[in-house]
């Protein structure tokens, strides 16, 4: 799946005009494709069903049927409406298992994403960040990759502790164990972050095959030599997706890559 669009959203007093990139792909090994994306601005998400889990694929569409449903397009939404679209989506997620269901047969997926909202009259328009397990939100300005999410993940906690290092975390054991997911319990704890929507502004939101195969170096490397010009015909979104494909593709791979000026 590949998408190249542009969109613009008015705001009281200033546009904001949208331009944005999106691929996912099954990868060199896995044969389901349990990566969703949505990029429907205002929001744009990745989803990722949890592998070796009852209906990954199904979890993650599930996210994106329920944001459908609850964010208008093309206006700003709210905070609010935001997080009443992931509690809704953790329910609709809960649905699909069984009564009973434990461990690999609870339907499950990760969510991670934007969406451009109105936070009231003294805050204004912002970007609003979300994430639920281990895709990223990373910030591109100025040169500099910034992970702006903080992964729900047992070598995340493990690294936050001291007791091992980030590099050693690339190849622990446990590096896909996750520690929070939409539908996992019974009430999601969502992390979220309001940035001030203004000028120029780029956002990178990827599942974990992105970043298992790719360092936050060669991620920044790729962003850097091709912001300014499509490689080929390929959008950003494209380049990031084939690199990782080329080093390996162990996973599905989903990219969605937004650029925001804000005039």
């Not at 990868?27 to 949505?38: A, I, P, T």
């Not at 205002?42 to 990722?48: E, I, K, Q, Y």
């Not at 790729?222 to 690199?243: C, E, F, K, P």
């Amino acid at each position: 799946m590949t998408l190249n669009q542009q969109s613009t959203i008015e705001f009281s007093s200033s546009t904001a005009s949208l331009v944005f990139s999106v691929r996912s792909e099954v990868g060199n090994v896995r044969k389901v494709n349990e990566d969703s994306v949505l990029a429907q601005s205002p929001v744009f998400l990745v989803a990722d069903g949890m592998g070796g889990h009852a209906q990954g694929d199904v979890a993650s569409q599930t996210v994106l049927g329920v944001f459908d449903e609850h964010i208008a397009r093309d206006l700003p939404s709210t905070p609010e409406r935001i997080l009443d679209a992931i509690h809704s989506s953790n329910d609709a997620v809960r649905d699909l298992s069984a009564e009973g269901d434990s461990g690999t047969a609870v339907s499950g997926t990760t969510l991670a994403g934007i969406a451009l909202v109105d936070a009231g009259d003294e805050v204004g328009y912002h970007w609003m960040a979300f994430n639920v397990g281990d895709s990223r939100v990373y910030t591109w300005s100025d040169g500099v990759l910034t992970q702006l999410s903080i992964d729900h993940s047992a070598v995340q906690e493990m690294v936050d502790a001291g007791l091992i290092s980030r590099a050693d975390a690339e190849k622990h054991p446990e590096r896909n164990v996750i520690t929070r997911a939409i539908g996992a319990d019974e009430f999601v704890d969502a992390d979220v972050w309001l940035l001030p929507a203004s000028g120029e502004q780029a956002f990178l939101i990827c599942s974990d095959g992105l970043t298992k195969e790719l360092d936050d170096v060669t991620i920044a490397r790729l962003l850097a030599t091709n912001i300014h010009s499509a490689v080929d015909g390929r959008s950003m979104a494209d380049i990031l997706v084939d690199a990782a494909i080329e080093h390996g593709g162990r996973d599905n791979v989903s990219v969605v890559y937004v650029e925001s000026t804000v005039s």
